[in-house]
């Protein structure tokens, strides 16, 4: 009893203070990169301020009207809802080099369900999402249960698909007049609202929310987490028990239905349905919106709302130099500074010491 009352004694005279993990001391650059490491889309959205802050200071009055900004939100809709998909395969650690003609192929698939062959539009669209997701699938199973790169599948499935598209439809195009006249439900995202007076159109109400729902799924769902252990070390979540495998199949599956849904979101902006768009560089910008938004090229880092302040960026540098009258050359070179830029970041941020 003596003994147990000297011990209450010593506790008595002992420091009873919390141990706490204070600032001071921490170099500002450190806890800089702390903040940025705990929080992916800060760097995009700083950037995305500036941008708009020197073009607004560049051309005064007529880049801040409520016309030019919501006119940058109508042309990143597609790239936008494109860069979504991309974001998902890239926390993964893989890459989707496919999404592009996965979009192309679906509208294809849309416009000629519904005008060639006559069946109802909402049938169409269906077939054209179904068509989305069958490529995700096998691309999916290609990387996840063959083992096989996603570079080089996406790669692989990019060629199949758009010989597949020029195949299907002998390039020929669906034009503007015989959509709004047999589907107009295909051109539903072209439709637009007057919001004070700045006009949006349903493509960016779309994009929009569609950002925000993979948002909550990532942070909020059981799924969502696993999404981010696999792309951080797959061999980690598979002991901890998540099935690796099919983590992967959905995620590349989820990419073809959005990729899809793009495509109904590139029929209402386009007007016309043109096998030939197969060509251009819509994937490679939904990659450039991805990494200049801040998800991390090696899986595991990376807030989905980072992909759509990257978006607006591409858009906001594009639309300022088209009013400043500069050469284009110079959007693509600030493109490649800024994903290089991008890249040297997350480096930096990854090497936060905690």
């Known amino acids: 009893m003596t003994g147990a009352q000297e011990f209450e004694r010593v506790l008595d005279g002992s420091d009873k203070n919390v141990a706490s993990f204070e600032h001071?001391?921490?170099p500002l650059i450190k806890r800089a990169q702390h903040f940025l490491h705990s929080t992916p889309a800060a760097v995009p959205l700083i950037v995305l301020v500036l941008a708009i802050i020197?073009?607004?200071?560049a051309l005064g009055g007529r880049f801040f009207s409520s016309y030019t900004l919501t006119l940058i939100l109508q042309q990143i809709a597609i790239v936008g809802v494109l860069g979504a998909a991309q974001t998902l395969v890239i926390l993964t650690a893989g890459i989707d080099l496919s999404i592009g003609v996965i979009m192309v192929i679906s509208a294809v698939i849309m416009g000629n369900v519904a005008i060639t062959y006559g069946i109802p539009t909402p049938v169409a669209v269906i077939a054209g999402l179904l068509v989305g997701g069958l490529c995700g699938l096998l691309n999916g199973f290609l990387v996840a249960f063959m083992k096989l790169p996603p570079f080089i599948v996406t790669l692989g499935t990019w060629n199949i698909v758009m010989a597949t598209n020029f195949i299907y439809s002998a390039n020929e195009t669906i034009r503007d007049a015989d959509v709004d006249a047999q589907a107009p439900l295909l051109h539903l995202f072209a439709a637009s609202f007057r919001l004070g007076t700045a006009v949006l159109t349903?493509?960016?109400i779309a994009m929009v929310l569609l950002v925000l729902l993979l948002w909550y799924v990532l942070n909020h769902t059981a799924w969502g987490r696993h999404?981010?252990?696999?792309g951080d070390d797959p061999e980690a979540a598979k002991l901890s028990g998540i099935q690796t495998k099919r983590v992967l199949l959905t995620v590349y599956t989820l990419s073809g239905v959005i990729?899809?849904?793009?495509?109904?979101v590139s029929i209402g902006r386009n007007g016309s349905i043109s096998p030939s768009s197969a060509v251009t560089?819509?994937?490679?910008?939904?990659?450039?919106?991805?990494?200049?938004g801040g998800i991390s090229l090696f899986g595991g880092r990376g807030s989905i709302l980072g992909t759509l302040f990257g978006a607006m960026i591409v858009g906001v540098v594009s639309m300022g130099l088209n009013m400043l009258g500069a050469d284009p050359q110079w959007k693509v070179l600030l493109t490649g500074v800024l994903i290089i830029a991008a890249v040297a970041i997350d480096q930096w941020i990854r090497k936060v010491s905690v």
């Open 227 to 230: 999404v981010y252990a696999v």
């Open 54 to 57: 020197i073009f607004g200071i």
């Open 281 to 292: 560089d819509y994937n490679l910008q939904a990659i450039t919106a991805t990494v200049i």
């Open 24 to 26: 001071q001391g921490v």
């Open 202 to 204: 349903l493509g960016v």
């Open 259 to 264: 990729a899809a849904f793009a495509a109904w």
